[in-house]
C-alpha cells in the first residue's frame, strides 16, 4: 500500500494521524501550506514562540482564522481545528499526539523536543537538520530505545539522498558517491547576512515581506547549509565525509560519475562512498549547462 492510500484510508475510517507542530516559522509554513490537502493527517497543535507571528504565517499560506481558533488542544481534537500556543512540553505530552514535527530551526531548543517526544513515545520528523548534523545518531538511538520513529523530512534534500542511497543499496549496487547540487564559487563564504540579499536577487525590504531569515539564506549561499546537510546523510547512511572538507566541483549531471569518483580513477573524491557537494557554476562564474542545482544524486 503506498502512503497515499494508507492517509486515503485513514481519512475514510476517521482516524487521522494527529500531528503537532513545534516552529512555524519559514520551513514551518511551508509544511502549513501543504497539510490541509493531506488526506488523514490533522494537524492538532502548533507551538511556536511567538503565537501571534504563527498565525500571521498561517493566514500567509492560506488558512482561513477560525480554522486555528481552537482554545485548547483537546478543544482542536474534537473540532478538527488546531490550536495555536506557546507551550511545547503540552504538546509533546498529550496523549493524542501521535507524531511531532520539529520545525524551529534551533538546534539545542531541536535537541530538547526530540528527546522529550522519545520519552513521551511520540515519533518524530526533524526538520531542523542542524540538530541531527550535532546528534543524529544519538537522538536515532534514543528513539529505538522508546519504540518510536525518527526521521529527517521527507521532500527536504538529506532525506532524498538518503532515499536514493536506500535504494541503490537495496538493489544490490555499491554508492561510489551521494550528495546534492548546490550554487557556490569559492567568494560566496565570504557573504554574510548583511550583504547576502544581493546575491539572491533581493532586496531587504522583500526578504522582509517574504519572510526571509538572512541567516539561514546566508547559510545556503556560503555553505554552511549544504555541509550540515551532507553531516547529516553521513549519520543516516554511514557514508563518510571528504577529510578535508566538501570541495564543490564543478560538474553537470552528465558529468557527475566521472567526477564523483575516487582522485586515483580520475575523479575528485578521497574515496569510495563519500559524500560531495557539486555546484552548478564554473569556477568563472560561467553557468553550467543541464545542471544538478536543486537536486540530489
Known amino acids: 500500500m503506498s502512503l497515499y492510500a494508507g492517509l486515503q484510508?485513514?481519512?475514510a475510517e476517521g482516524r487521522p494521524l494527529r500531528v503537532g507542530l513545534i516552529g512555524a516559522g519559514?520551513?514551518?509554513a511551508m509544511y502549513l501550506a501543504q497539510v490541509p490537502k493531506t488526506p488523514g493527517v490533522h494537524l492538532a497543535a502548533i507551538a511556536d514562540l511567538s503565537p501571534a507571528n504563527a498565525a500571521v504565517n498561517l493566514e500567509r499560506v492560506g488558512w482561513a482564522p477560525e480554522r486555528f481558533a481552537a482554545q485548547s488542544l483537546d478543544h482542536a481534537l474534537r473540532s478538527g481545528t488546531t490550536h495555536v500556543g506557546d507551550d511545547w512540553q503540552a504538546l509533546v505530552r498529550h496523549p493524542a499526539i501521535d507524531i511531532v514535527v520539529e520545525c524551529t530551526g534551533n538546534p539545542i531548543a531541536a535537541v530538547e523536543h526530540c528527546l522529550e517526544a522519545f520519552r513521551q513515545r511520540k515519533n518524530v520528523v526533524n526538520v531542523t537538520v542542524e540538530a541531527d548534523a550535532f546528534c543524529g545518531p544519538l537522538l536515532a538511538r534514543k528513539a529505538a530505545e522508546a519504540g518510536v520513529v525518527y526521521s529527517l523530512a521527507f521532500g527536504d534534500q538529506p532525506a532524498l539522498i538518503c532515499d536514493l542511497v536506500d535504494w541503490a543499496r537495496a538493489a544490490?549496487?555499491?554508492v561510489v558517491a551521494a550528495g546534492r547540487g548546490h550554487k557556490w564559487l569559492p567568494h560566496f563564504s565570504q557573504s554574510t547576512p548583511e550583504t547576502v540579499w544581493g546575491h539572491y536577487g533581493l532586496t531587504p525590504e522583500q526578504a522582509r515581506t517574504g519572510g526571509l531569515n538572512a541567516k539561514m539564506f546566508n547559510s545556503f549561499l556560503d555553505g554552511s547549509k549544504p555541509s550540515i546537510e551532507s553531516t547529516?546523510?553521513?549519520?543516516?547512511t554511514g557514508l563518510t565525509?571528504?577529510?578535508?572538507g566538501l570541495t564543490y566541483p564543478p560538474a553537470s549531471i552528465d558529468d557527475i560519475p566521472s567526477i564523483c569518483r575516487p582522485r586515483g580513477e580520475g575523479g575528485v573524491l578521497h574515496q569510495k562512498g563519500q559524500v560531495e557537494v557539486v555546484s552548478s557554476l564554473e569556477r568563472d562564474g560561467r553557468p553550467i549547462g543541464y545542471d544538478i542545482r536543486?537536486?540530489?544524486f
Request: charged share 20%.
Open 172 to 174: 544490490g549496487f555499491g
Open 26 to 28: 519559514k520551513f514551518g
Open 241 to 244: 565525509a571528504p577529510p578535508d
Open 232 to 236: 547529516a546523510v553521513c549519520n543516516a
Open 294 to 296: 536543486f537536486g540530489v
Open 9 to 11: 484510508k485513514r481519512a
